[in-house]
């Protein structure tokens, strides 16, 4: 069993709408959830950082932690054509590793 | 504050040469990660550091490959004799804490 999931898409949805983003993962002592985003040939953004279950918002975005279902989320309201990207979800480090797990990426598109 | 660098952008090796990937940490950030991305896959761990110390190389294939984080300088991956399967996206993070991680713009190396 790989130690993150990521439904790879690909996702397109019209400009505007409400966007929904999902992981699983394995390990529940995995302790740091991150979100990147990553345009085709370039290195990952940083989005978004929490390290405890339930809801974090910034800006348009919202990043959501279930640690007794191993799941987590981003939500992009009001898409808009630049967030057309590869989004990223980043989980770790558990137990005595250091590493984080990437998953590989859900492909959006955004029409305008 | 200038972000994460790497050099050089694109690499080409021949078969059997030696490749040497450098990437500047953000300033005031003394750990750095580096991963490796291959087309359709996500970012795979290789190795973690702080100055002067490789903290977990568990990620890191154990022939050819070495990273090291000097005192002074840059972070440098190398790969010694260089095969097909080497060519990929090389990138490196930084961070303060070691968890908030900051990429760079990635090293495209293709063997040829």
């Known amino acids: 069993q790989k130690e993150v999931e990521q439904d790879p898409g690909p996702l397109s949805v019209p400009e505007g709408a409400i966007v929904s983003l999902n992981c699983t993962y394995s390990n529940s002592a995995f302790q740091y959830f991150m979100w990147y985003r990553q345009y085709s040939r370039k290195g990952p953004e940083l989005l978004m950082y929490t390290y405890s279950s339930g809801n974090k918002e910034d800006g348009r975005f919202t990043a959501q932690v279930d640690k007794s279902s191993k799941y987590i989320s981003l939500f992009i309201r009001d898409s808009q054509p630049s967030d057309s990207a590869t989004y990223l979800c980043?989980?770790?480090?558990?137990?005595?590793?250091?590493?984080?797990?990437f998953g590989t990426g859900t492909s959006l598109t955004v029409i305008p | 504050n200038a972000g994460v660098m790497q050099n050089p952008r694109h690499l080409v090796r021949r078969r059997g040469q030696e490749a040497r990937l450098r990437c500047s940490p953000m300033k005031g950030h003394s750990h750095v990660y580096w991963y490796r991305q291959l087309p359709e896959e996500g970012l795979k761990f290789m190795v973690y550091?702080?100055?002067?110390?490789?903290?977990?190389e568990s990620g890191m294939p154990k022939e050819r490959f070495s990273a090291e984080f000097p005192k002074e300088g840059p972070s440098i991956l190398r790969i010694q004799q260089v095969v097909r399967g080497d060519s990929a996206a090389y990138f490196c993070?930084?961070?303060?804490?070691?968890?908030?991680?900051?990429f760079g713009p990635g090293t495209r190396l293709t063997v040829t």
């Open positions: 980043a989980i770790g480090p558990g137990g005595t590793g250091n590493q984080f797990y």
């Open positions: 993070a930084s961070s303060i804490v070691g968890y908030e991680q900051y």
């Open positions: 550091l702080q100055k002067e110390n490789i903290i977990d």
